[in-house]
């Protein structure tokens, strides 16, 4: 059972436009992490978000915790070529195991 | 050391054999986390080792894989008998406490095993 749907599963846009990728579960989780992995490398962990509502900007990038905290979502503004890699999003469970589960990814190409 | 080191970076073995990956994760950090990557699929748990604390097992696939960790640093991942399916990158990660997982991990850059 995949707890963390991400979507979409591939996007490819052109240097400067917007994209919103989505991170959905039916289950509520104590806290959501974002995290970018490149050809090659482990994944980087980009945000944390743990309160329901909670926004957080990091530069272009703009993560969100849905109010119920059963989604987020991570949005870039004017996406460059180095945004380019895939984008895991990963729960941590309230009063469960410390392990997280992550969503299957986002794969982002930005075309120059 | 200032990351989390894995090796080999790369391995590739006949199937039937054993291997070993090595994780040496940060220096102070006593959660380590091992995780297999397969193409297409998301990062698949295996075992989480916190502290003096007996291992959370669950996510081995089968009784061909094992770990230990050894003083609460270096751990190792052990495949036996190895199979084509048991081909993906392994990765480790380590984090500050466990306990909690509010605390973001680090991974290392992983260990791909190719079984032929």
């Known amino acids: 059972t995949q707890l963390l749907e991400q979507s979409p599963q591939f996007l490819s846009i052109q240097e400067g436009e917007n994209l919103t990728v989505y991170c959905n579960s039916s289950?509520?989780?104590?806290?959501l992490q974002w995290y970018r992995q490149e050809p090659g490398e482990g994944p980087v962990l980009l945000v944390t978000v743990v309160t329901g509502g909670e926004v957080k900007k990091l530069k272009r990038l703009t993560f969100q915790f849905g109010d119920a905290r059963k989604d987020s979502s991570l949005h870039i503004t004017a996406a460059q070529p180095g945004d380019t890699g895939l984008y895991l999003c990963?729960?941590?469970?309230?009063?469960?195991?410390?392990?997280?589960?992550f969503g299957k990814g986002t794969k982002l190409t930005v075309n120059p | 050391g200032a990351g989390v080191s894995q090796s080999p970076s790369n391995k590739v073995t006949e199937k039937g054999k054993d291997v070993e990956l090595r994780c040496d994760p940060i220096?102070?950090?006593?959660?380590l986390y091992w995780y297999r990557q397969s193409l297409g699929q998301g990062l698949e748990f295996l075992i989480y080792?916190?502290?003096?604390?007996?291992?959370?097992k669950s996510g081995l696939p089968s009784d061909r894989f094992s770990a230990e960790r050894t003083g609460g640093s270096v751990s190792t991942l052990t495949i036996q008998r190895t199979q084509q399916e048991d081909s993906a990158v392994y990765l480790c990660a380590s984090s500050p406490l466990g306990g909690t997982p509010n605390y973001g991990y680090t991974f290392g850059s992983g260990t791909r095993l190719t079984v032929v």
């Open positions: 289950s509520v989780f104590s806290s």
């Open positions: 080792f916190q502290g003096n604390s007996a291992p959370d």
């Open positions: 990963a729960g941590g469970r309230q009063g469960g195991s410390e392990k997280l589960v």
């Open positions: 220096s102070g950090h006593t959660a």
